[in-house]
């Protein structure tokens, strides 16, 4: 006789961040309300009928039907690190392709940061309000995250970031978007972002320094009456915390918001000898960013159609973030609050006290 003994079935065991691992509110709300007839404002995603698809379908057939090799595994695109030193001197920032790292979109770039930076159950610093992908970069190490609050006219709350270094906090990095906050939509004030850096060299802490909407400003002439009144024009049309110190700040860059986030195309601008080692992380994840679309935006960019693109696209967002204040000030509650943002794609509202937004989504999406 043939015993058969039915062997018990193991669990599959997930690290341990893992197992508490869940979507983002922000994302969960965006799959509710990307029903059909929903006109959703819940995401910053850039209208598709923005996008320059016929100039970069020209760039696209131009580099296979001329680079044989554009399929092939190759190194990072030197004409694309020469155009991103020159996109980078028109934020008043000076690099050289040398310090230019590719990435596969700005998120690979915070990603690769915090893997080189933050060791398993570290400190790292962010606000208390800030990008969910921030939260997600991070999440992997289990850290000890030290929160800031924000000021809706001025930005992060140096004091408070102050107040933790100088009681021993040594964070691996602070993470900061300064211009048009996600989600926030608040600017950074130009004497906020000069203490920042001088704190992060007193401090010895990086800053990694989020830059998607940087050039998408939309100037302060639309003449609305600020219910949260900003710093004035001059303050906020700033220069990236990166202009201020080439060592301790950590510039992330996207093609995403100012051509189309499917290109999956970025950079960080990062110190010469660092490079090598964010390589190494870099080639862990995905080996290298795509070298068809490293030709193709080179080649879009060679055109030179980036400036009038750039154009439409402030003028086109400029007039959608005017429909929406005037739309805010006259339906909104007389005691509501929100940011009017100097760029960018984002407007923080806050409800009357009392207020549940979660029962409001509700209803708006079934009712309205």
């Not at 020469?82 to 998120?107: K, P, S």
């Not at 997600?136 to 006219?153: E, K, S």
């Not at 602070?174 to 060299?201: C, F, M, Q, W």
């Not at 998408?216 to 639309?222: A, C």
């Amino acid at each position: 006789m043939t015993l058969l003994i039915q062997p018990t079935s193991p669990e599959l065991q997930l690290a341990d961040w893992a197992r508490t691992m869940s979507r983002s509110v922000l994302r969960q709300m965006i799959a509710v309300v990307s029903q059909p007839g929903i006109l959703s404002f819940a995401g910053g995603l850039p209208d598709p009928e923005l996008f320059p698809t016929q100039a970069f379908a020209e760039a696209m057939a131009q580099v296979l039907a001329t680079d044989g090799l554009a399929l092939q595994y190759r190194p990072p695109f030197p004409p694309l690190k020469r155009h991103i030193v020159n996109l980078m001197a028109q934020r008043g920032v000076t690099c050289t392709e040398e310090q230019v790292f590719i990435t596969t979109g700005a998120q690979q770039g915070l990603n690769v940061l915090a893997r080189l930076l933050l060791n398993p159950g570290g400190q790292v610093m962010l606000e208390e309000i800030v990008y969910t992908g921030a939260q997600q970069a991070v999440a992997p190490f289990l850290p000890d995250i030290l929160t800031v609050p924000t000021d809706l006219q001025s930005g992060i709350d140096v004091d408070a970031v102050e107040r933790h270094l100088a009681q021993g906090a040594r964070p691996a990095f602070l993470y900061l978007i300064p211009e048009a906050h996600n989600p926030l939509g608040v600017s950074i004030s130009r004497d906020k972002r000069t203490r920042l850096v001088e704190l992060a060299r007193f401090y010895g802490v990086p800053i990694v320094e989020d830059d998607p909407y940087g050039f998408l400003t939309y100037g302060d002439d639309w003449g609305m009456e600020s219910r949260l009144l900003s710093d004035s024009a001059s303050s906020l049309q700033s220069l990236p915390l990166r202009a201020l110190d080439a060592e301790w700040v950590f510039y992330l860059g996207s093609f995403s918001k100012i051509l189309a986030p499917g290109l999956r195309l970025g950079w960080l601008i990062a110190p010469e000898w660092l490079i090598p080692r964010l390589t190494v992380v870099k080639e862990a994840g995905d080996l290298e960013t795509s070298g068809l679309m490293q030709r193709a935006v080179a080649a879009y960019l060679d055109a030179g159609h980036l400036p009038g693109h750039l154009a439409k696209l402030r003028r086109a967002y400029g007039r959608r973030r005017d429909a929406m204040l005037s739309a805010l000030a006259c339906h909104f509650p007389a005691d509501a609050r929100w940011t009017e943002p100097h760029g960018g794609m984002f407007i923080w509202v806050e409800l009357p006290d009392g207020m549940d937004t979660a029962v409001l989504l509700e209803t708006a999406v079934a009712q309205e």
